[in-house]
């Protein structure tokens, strides 16, 4: 065996070109699968680094007349589940991330925070590096006690253990230091970097506001269905104990791996399947390659039979020089993945917002998978090649080796080749559908002109504003000095940033119109604006007014409604005038002044909902996302804007600057990046088949030099020889087609949850790849044709 093995890298070293070819094509097949599978590997198949992940669940609100199905959570409803249930070791809950000012040592800044209960932590099972987490006692509200995360211990306390114990200033408030988690912990957001005391006590007890989740161990033994039964089961109680807040309301019990790989699940599968597709045409390929080298080499193989060498002998050489070529390869492609996994983790910073992210990397389960497809990956490619040319002729070899390769093995790599184009349709036809998809989503209207406006994000913290006059008087001076800065043209806040993810949202009623039942109340979204926030962003008025100065004092009870919201609820009459009690802190009648446009908040490829505006004057947000439309480059006002909030408040942080045009860009990223990768695994497929086409066909024409000779001579013409070899490339190409067809339309199927406003059947792009893949053969088919035409009769005889 070690001899084999040193003959086969003698060969591969004898044969330079088709070595680098080879390695080529196998380092691309193999590298991506490894990327894709690092990737798989960690987000779906290694656990999550708590104690026994498989029984942590995710406990959600799910609201059946919305068919919301992950709901966040009523702190009343969350009290009243850790009492009643049976299935849980434990409950805890925490809030989604939050922020707040850090100040003291260093620039101000600001971080996102959670709320958690104190059993949290524990419960999942996870100590702390440092110190500890904060007690039962100690979980009060704006308790004391808070615990740090790995990477603000090192960028901002430089890493200090003797951090834990000291107090550090939060909001303006001196917070003492409990602990710091190990590196990589992260609860559902990667970005959070303090955890702090939720102190729910028996005050949340009322019905009022969802804004928690909860997580939950299950015990030994139970199952999820079990546990979702048990949760029916108190959701049925809760429906009769609380029906104006819980009808229609119940529970969803999910396990926490699902949840968070749950919205990357579909794209990370399109991938893996799309690199697998590439690996089979890698090995066809190479399949190809070396099918025609055995060709060439009968007169060796022969040679070596005649001396005393059995089929098997043959078979084992073939098979060893093929596993050398696949390692060779595999080692290329683990380089090359590693390669490609850091700018794939760089480019899905926003698309993945998953707390494992940093964790993907080739470990020893990716090194192993590596070696495993290497060798599949031999054994594939060299079994034809050597199956068909250790079955030597020994007479008939002999007597060919003279005119060196015979024609054994034809059918078969038109056979791969036709396999290549089938692959590589069905690569395209997903990519193509991608790339439809996110044109016609980029075409959506988000209801605002994105285009000259920056955004920034404050945080007023509630001890310094701790007053309705004070955080209002912050922005309506704040704006009004970043309005008279040059080349800005008017400025706005909204509490919540349209397609950042956030929101807020309510019941309300019509006054005058039938009290609804229970549960059946209409669902409106609510933001909160201040300054010209419509003007800033575009969004049109259709009807009424905006807010002006007479909405100065808290007194004025007025709201905005937008045009799915009027057209909703007041089909054939107009809204103004109107009034709705909106189910929010003091639950007076709201007068509507004025109807603007829709504007798309959750998603472009989400429909806009009702949705009402406030004036920060009814409502003080200390958060709030300014937003300054601008004559000139957005990004040669961040200084001024910037410094003009110093000027109010020197320890007051500004994060989050950047243009709604990059807003609206990150929040399309996942779809962008997957049908980049897709097009980038389509456009390897194509161009791996166009070898393909050509590499046959070259040879075909080498092969049959004598026979166009013979057909020149007798008088064919140049079409006829031309027709002759492009014919072969276009029977190719058409049994490939029809095989990819059937394969793409069954296929396609899957994707139907990434695509947007396109069927998985589009017959355009059906026919756009048709065309493509048609043009790609006949390219291929164009070189070996024209060598073809141009054989000299008299030569190929004389060589004959």
């Not at 070595?19 to 699968?33: E, K, P, S």
């Not at 999550?48 to 406990?59: C, E, G, M, Q, T």
């Not at 290497?374 to 054994?379: A, F, R």
Request: with cysteine.
């Amino acid at each position: 065996m070690l001899n084999d093995v040193r003959y086969a890298v003698r060969v591969l070293l004898k044969n330079p070109a088709f070595t680098a070819v080879a390695l080529l094509v196998l380092a691309l097949g193999i590298g991506a699968n490894t990327a894709i599978f690092s990737v798989v590997n960690t987000l779906i198949l290694k656990p999550l680094p708590f104690r026994d992940p498989a029984s942590l669940v995710v406990v959600w609100e799910r609201n059946i007349p919305r068919d919301r199905k992950t709901n966040v959570v009523a702190p009343a409803n969350y009290l009243r589940w850790r009492d009643q249930q049976q299935v849980f070791e434990d409950m805890a809950a925490f809030t989604p991330a939050l922020t707040a000012n850090l100040t003291g040592a260093g620039e101000p800044e600001e971080i996102k925070v959670q709320l958690v209960t104190a059993g949290l932590i524990p419960l999942l099972g996870v100590q702390p590096q440092h110190g500890r987490c904060f007690t039962l006692a100690e979980d009060i509200r704006d308790g004391d006690g808070v615990v740090l995360s790995h990477r603000l211990w090192l960028r901002r306390f430089g890493a200090d253990p003797a951090i834990v114990g000291k107090a550090i200033t939060l909001n303006g408030r001196a917070r003492t230091v409990a602990g710091v988690m190990p590196s990589g912990f992260s609860l559902f957001d990667r970005e959070v970097e303090l955890w702090a005391p939720l102190g729910l006590t028996d005050a949340d007890r009322a019905p009022r506001g969802r804004y928690m989740v909860a997580l939950a161990r299950l015990k030994p033994g139970v199952m999820i269905d079990q546990a979702q039964a048990n949760m029916d089961t108190i959701a049925a109680r809760l429906t009769q104990e609380l029906p104006e807040f819980d009808t229609g309301w119940v529970s969803n019990v999910v396990l926490m791996q699902e949840q968070l790989v749950g919205p990357v699940r579909p794209a990370l599968l399109v991938l893996l399947g799309a690199v697998g597709f590439v690996l089979l045409i890698a090995c066809a390929n190479v399949a190809n390659l070396l099918l025609v080298r055995a060709s060439a080499r009968q007169r060796e193989l022969a040679l070596r039979t005649a001396l005393g060498a059995g089929r098997g002998r043959l078979v084992r050489q073939l098979f060893v020089e093929s596993l050398v070529l696949a390692g060779l390869g595999g080692a290329a492609g683990l380089a090359l993945a590693h390669v490609g996994l850091r700018a794939l983790i760089a480019a899905s910073t926003d698309a993945l917002s998953v707390p494992r992210i940093d964790e993907i990397g080739v470990d020893a389960r990716v090194l192993g998978f590596a070696v495993l497809v290497s060798i599949l990956t031999g054994l594939i490619f060299g079994a034809a090649p050597a199956l068909t040319a250790s079955a030597v002729d020994l007479g008939e070899a002999l007597k060919e080796g003279t005119r060196g390769a015979g024609t054994r093995g034809g059918r078969l790599r038109s056979g791969l080749v036709v396999a290549e184009i089938a692959l590589a349709l069905m690569l395209l036809v997903g990519a193509g559908l991608l790339i439809r998809s996110f044109s016609r989503l980029l075409t959506v209207d988000p209801g605002f002109r994105p285009e000259g406006v920056l955004t920034m994000q404050l945080n007023l913290p509630n001890t310094t504003y701790d007053s309705h006059v004070r955080i209002v008087g912050f922005y309506r001076e704040l704006v009004e000095r970043i309005e008279r800065l040059p080349g800005v043209v008017s400025a706005g806040g909204v509490s919540f940033l349209p397609l950042t993810g956030a929101g807020a949202a309510t019941n309300f009623t019509i006054v005058g119109q039938p009290e609804p039942q229970a549960g059946q109340n209409p669902v409106a979204d609510v933001r909160v604006v201040t300054g010209d926030y419509f003007a800033a962003m575009g969004i049109p008025l259709l009807k009424g007014r905006t807010f002006t100065g007479r909405e100065a004092g808290n007194a004025a009870r007025v709201v905005v409604i937008n045009e799915t919201m009027a057209r909703r609820y007041w089909p054939n009459e107009d809204p103004i005038g109107k009034r709705v009690v909106i189910s929010w802190n003091e639950n007076l009648e709201d007068e509507i002044v004025g109807v603007v446009g829709d504007s798309r908040h959750a998603g472009l490829d989400t429909e806009p909902r009702p949705m009402t505006y406030w004036p920060n004057t009814r409502f003080a947000y200390g958060r709030m996302a300014l937003t300054i439309r601008t004559a000139v480059d957005p990004g040669s006002v961040t200084s001024a804007v910037v410094n003009t909030v110093r000027e109010l408040d020197p320890a007051q942080p500004v994060s989050n600057i950047r243009t709604m045009e990059d807003v609206v860009a990150s929040s399309v990223t996942l779809r962008r990046l997957t049908m980049m990768l897709l097009g980038v695994f389509a456009l390897v497929a194509l161009t791996l088949a166009a070898v393909g086409i050509y590499g046959v066909l070259a040879y075909t024409v080498s092969q049959r030099t004598h026979e166009i000779g013979v057909r020149l001579a007798l008088g064919a013409r140049a079409s006829d020889v031309l027709w002759l070899v492009v014919g072969h490339a276009m029977a190719l190409a058409g049994a490939g087609l029809a095989l990819g067809f059937a394969g793409a339309y069954a296929l396609t199927r899957v994707m139907r949850a990434l695509l947007f406003d396109v069927t998985p059947t589009d017959p355009v792009t059906f026919a756009s790849v048709a065309a493509v893949l048609g043009v790609v053969a006949l390219t291929a088919s164009a070189i070996p044709a024209l060598r073809a035409v141009r054989t000299d009769p008299v030569v190929a005889l004389r060589y004959e």
